[in-house]
C-alpha cells in the first residue's frame, strides 16, 4: 500500500495519540479535536503576536519604508496562509504592504474601497468577510491597533488556513471546521460554503434543526455537543450528524471549532480482488463535467470579446471599454481582478481601478513578450512573495487586435482556489466518483479533496510511491485519454483503497486541461 509522506509533524503526532482508528461517532476520537483546538489557538496567538509586534517595530515609519517591507515580508512568508500584510496610518491610508504589489497600493484609502470597518476598532479584531462587493472570494481579516495611531491588518486565506488545520483529521473519519460566534463558517470542508452565515444564507434555510444547534448551543456554549441533519459531504442528500465543539480565543473574540461525524458512503459492489470497468452511463459523468467546465471558459471567452470589441470600437479610455472589463469580472464566477496592459507592459485600465498604472512587472511577467502573436494563451502568476495555492493564480490572457497591430492585452485573474471553489459544482456529477482537473504542468486546479488543490502531480513526492507513480507518469502524463487503476486515499482521506480512473484532455486557449474521474468504490470481500 501506498502511504501518503507529505504528513506535517503536529498530524503525525495527532494520528498517534488517536491511535490511527476510525470510527463512526466523535466520543471515539476524543484527541482530534483537542489537538485541532491547541493547534488553532497556538495560530491565533501567534498571529496576534506577529502583529503586534509590526505595529511597534513598523508602525510609525515612512511610508514605503525598505526596512518595514523587510521586515514585513519576512513575517509575510512565515505563514503560507497569509495573503497580504498592511499598515495603516490613522486615516487608514496604507503606509506599508508586504506583498509582490509593494509601491503601488502605498497611500490607498482602505475605508474609501470598502475594507471593513469591523477593522479600524481600538481592539484586536478578527472578522471573516468577502472581499468586497464585486469580488465574493472571502478573507479572514485579523487587525490590532498600532499605539500612537493606526493598524495592522492581515488577509488570511481560509481555504490554506482550514486546509492545514483539516490534515488533523485525516484518518479519522471525521469533518473539521470553524464557524465564529455570529455563526458565520470561518472554515468548512465545502469550499462554497466558507465565509457564509449559517443562520442567514438561504442554503441553510431548509435546516432548522442546524440552525437552532448553532443558535442556541453553539454560539452561547463555549464547548458540547449536538446532532442535527445536514447534507452529506459532496452531496445535496441530508444525513443525520453528531457534532461536538470547543472554544479557541481569538485577538478580542471567540471562535468555535468543531468535529462531526456522518454515516460512511454506500459501497458499490464489485467482482471479488479487482475493479470493474466504467459502464457506459458513468463515463458520460466524465463528459457532463468537461461541459461544465468548458461552459466557464466559453462564458469567460465571451465576455472578454465583448471587451475587445469594446476597444475597438469606442477606445480604451471610453466607459464602455471600462463597464466591458467590469463585466467580465462581475459575470464571470471565475476570474476576479481584469486589467488591460500595453504594449510597456503597464496597466492602463483596470476593475478593479486601483490596479490601474501599475506595472505588470509585479507580478514577474512580462505579457508583450510571451505573447504568442495574436493568439489568446494562459500563463501561471503568483500574487505575493511566497507561493501557495492562496496566492498562485492562472492568467486568461486575451490580446487585442486594433488597425492591424496589437494594441495591448486583456488579463483576466483566476486564482486557483476560487476557481476550485466554482467547480464543486462537479460534485453534483455522478455518484461514488471523484473528479480532478489538473493544467499543462500537472498542477492540480480542482479536486474532491482541497488539500490537494495546487500541489502538483508530476513532481510532488505525495504522488510518487506505488501503483499512482506508475498510473501518473506511465499513462496520465504521456497520454491524453485512456483509463486505468491505482491505490489511494478514499473519501475521507481515512484509509488507502483501490481505485479506477478514465481521464481527457480539453483545450482551451492553446493550454491542455487534464480531467479526471476516479470511482469510490471498494473491492467486494
Not at 507513480?469 to 483501490?498: H, K, V, W
Amino acid at each position: 500500500m501506498m502511504k501518503r509522506k507529505l504528513l506535517p509533524l503536529l498530524l503525525i503526532l495527532a494520528l498517534l495519540l488517536t491511535g490511527c482508528t476510525t470510527t463512526g461517532s466523535t466520543k471515539g476520537n476524543p484527541d482530534t479535536l483537542s489537538n485541532a483546538t491547541s493547534s488553532l489557538q497556538k495560530e491565533m496567538d501567534e498571529i496576534q503576536s506577529m502583529l503586534e509586534e509590526i505595529g511597534t517595530s513598523v508602525g510609525q515609519s515612512p511610508a514605503g519604508d525598505e526596512k518595514a517591507y523587510s521586515l514585513m515580508n519576512e513575517k509575510l512568508n512565515s505563514k503560507t496562509y497569509f495573503f497580504d500584510i498592511l499598515v495603516c496610518d490613522a486615516a487608514s491610508n496604507v503606509t506599508q504592504v508586504a506583498t509582490k504589489m509593494d509601491s503601488p497600493f502605498i497611500g490607498l484609502n482602505l475605508k474609501s474601497i470598502n475594507r471593513h470597518p469591523e477593522l479600524f476598532v481600538d481592539t484586536p479584531a478578527i472578522v471573516i468577510k468577502t472581499n468586497t462587493a464585486a469580488d465574493d472570494t472571502p478573507y479572514l481579516y485579523a487587525s490590532v491597533p498600532i499605539k500612537n495611531g493606526g493598524w495592522v491588518i492581515a488577509y488570511i486565506d481560509p481555504y490554506t488556513f482550514g486546509t492545514e488545520l483539516s490534515k488533523l483529521a485525516i484518518g479519522q473519519n471525521l469533518e473539521l471546521g470553524v464557524i465564529d460566534t455570529n455563526g458565520t463558517n470561518v472554515y468548512t470542508s465545502n469550499m462554497t460554503e466558507i465565509g457564509k452565515n449559517i443562520l442567514t444564507d438561504p442554503i441553510y434555510s431548509s435546516f432548522v434543526e442546524l440552525q437552532t444547534l448553532i443558535k442556541n448551543k453553539m454560539i452561547p456554549d463555549a464547548q458540547g455537543e449536538g446532532s442535527y441533519s445536514y447534507n452529506a459531504a459532496g452531496t445535496n442528500e441530508p444525513v443525520r450528524k453528531e457534532v461536538k465543539w470547543d472554544t479557541v480565543k481569538a485577538f478580542d473574540s471567540e471562535l468555535r471549532i468543531y468535529v462531526n461525524t456522518e454515516p460512511g458512503a454506500a459501497e458499490t459492489a464489485t467482482t471479488t480482488g479487482e475493479l470493474r470497468q466504467f459502464t457506459t452511463e458513468e463515463l458520460s459523468w466524465l463528459d457532463t463535467a468537461s461541459n461544465v467546465i468548458y461552459d466557464e471558459f466559453t462564458n469567460l471567452e465571451t465576455l472578454t470579446k465583448t471587451a475587445v470589441t469594446a476597444y475597438q470600437q469606442s477606445g480604451e479610455s471610453s466607459e464602455t471599454f471600462s463597464s466591458a472589463l467590469a463585466a467580465i469580472s462581475k459575470d464571470s464566477p471565475i476570474a476576479k481582478n481584469v486589467v488591460f496592459v500595453n504594449n510597456e507592459n503597464m496597466i492602463t485600465s483596470a476593475y478593479p481601478t486601483y490596479f490601474k498604472g501599475i506595472s505588470f512587472d509585479l507580478y514577474d511577467k512580462n505579457i508583450p513578450a510571451i505573447s504568442l502573436n495574436k493568439q489568446p494563451f494562459i500563463t501561471e502568476l503568483t500574487i505575493a512573495d511566497h507561493q501557495s495555492p492562496a496566492t498562485q493564480l492562472l492568467a486568461f490572457v486575451t490580446p487585442v487586435e486594433k488597425d492591424g497591430q496589437i494594441a495591448g492585452y486583456i488579463v483576466a485573474q483566476v486564482r486557483l482556489y476560487d476557481f476550485a471553489a466554482y467547480l464543486t459544482n462537479l460534485e453534483n456529477i455522478g455518484k461514488n466518483v471523484n473528479f480532478m482537473l489538473t493544467n499543462n504542468d500537472g498542477t492540480i486546479l480542482y479536486d474532491g479533496d482541497l488539500t490537494e488543490v495546487g500541489l502538483n502531480t508530476y513532481d510532488d513526492s505525495m504522488y510518487s510511491e506505488g501503483t499512482l507513480s506508475d498510473y501518473i507518469q506511465n499513462e496520465y502524463r504521456p497520454n491524453r485519454e485512456g483509463q486505468s487503476q491505482y491505490e489511494f486515499y478514499g473519501a475521507g482521506m481515512t484509509e488507502i483503497i483501490p481505485k479506477r480512473v478514465v481521464w481527457k484532455t480539453m483545450t482551451f486557449m492553446s493550454n491542455d486541461f487534464k480531467l479526471s474521474m476516479n470511482s469510490e468504490w471498494k473491492p467486494a470481500k
